[in-house]
């Protein structure tokens, strides 16, 4: 199994909420799973990123959480920002296709002030 | 360091046409990556070049092809453009000894 199923695929919060970004993926070999943000008409760029050998990764106000027996990875926003609004996307690479990265469908969060 | 860099920015072609995209890796990166973004998607990947050589590919038809140079830059070609290539097209470099990817700012393409 290739896919990466992301969660929702839209997200309003108001400033200084914590928006959680949810995902799931099915092949036990992908072992690095980061997180992108992406600006209307940008590329996306790294935001933080995780192995399975740990439960928790935080940078700044950024966290992933890990749970390897699920299966599943979330993304925390710890007091978000109108600035963080954007589109977020979590990935896994396979590497049976040259290192592809498999993207999840992407959450669009939006940040009221 | 200077990181990946995309050209042009912006193209209009017509159906049928063909067109080439660039990408400058970052420095000290030896492998590119190509995805194709459709509007409100995740990057699909398109495929990867490592010592000028393609090194894994997707689920893209042979009209897609590319090339990468000794200074490890590289070109996306698309021949006998259809309407659904209409998408923003994204480079990664990276070096293949991690797996982490830096993109570009993409080339958002057009097809009339």
């Known amino acids: 199994q290739q896919q990466v199923k992301q969660s929702p695929q839209s997200l309003i919060v108001q400033k200084g909420g914590i928006p959680i970004i949810n995902c799931a993926y099915e092949n036990t070999a992908f072992d690095y799973f980061p997180w992108y943000q992406q600006f209307p008409g940008k590329g996306p760029a790294l935001l933080i990123a995780?192995?399975?050998?740990?439960s928790e990764k935080k940078e700044g106000r950024f966290t992933i959480s890990f749970n390897k027996s699920a299966k599943q990875f979330s993304l925390h926003i710890m007091d978000s920002q109108p600035g963080d609004s954007a589109t977020y996307f979590c990935?896994?690479?396979?590497?049976?296709?040259?290192?592809?990265?498999?993207f999840g469908q992407g959450t669009e969060l939006s940040v009221k002030p | 360091e200077t990181g990946v860099t995309q050209s042009p920015t912006h193209l209009i072609k017509t159906r049928g046409q063909q067109v080439t995209l660039r990408c400058s890796s970052q420095s000290g990166h030896n492998t590119v990556s190509w995805y194709q973004q459709a509007l409100g998607q995740g990057p699909q990947f398109i495929f990867q070049y490592y010592r000028e050589e393609e090194n894994g590919r997707g689920n893209f038809p042979p009209r897609f092809s590319g090339l990468q140079f000794p200074n490890y830059s590289s070109e996306l070609n698309v021949n006998a453009l259809e309407l659904d290539d209409s998408a923003l097209y994204l480079c990664a470099s990276s070096s293949l000894a991690e797996e982490t990817q830096y993109f570009g700012p993409g080339t958002r393409l057009l097809v009339l």
């Open positions: 990935a896994a690479p396979s590497y049976n296709q040259g290192g592809k990265l498999i």
């Open positions: 995780i192995r399975p050998d740990v």
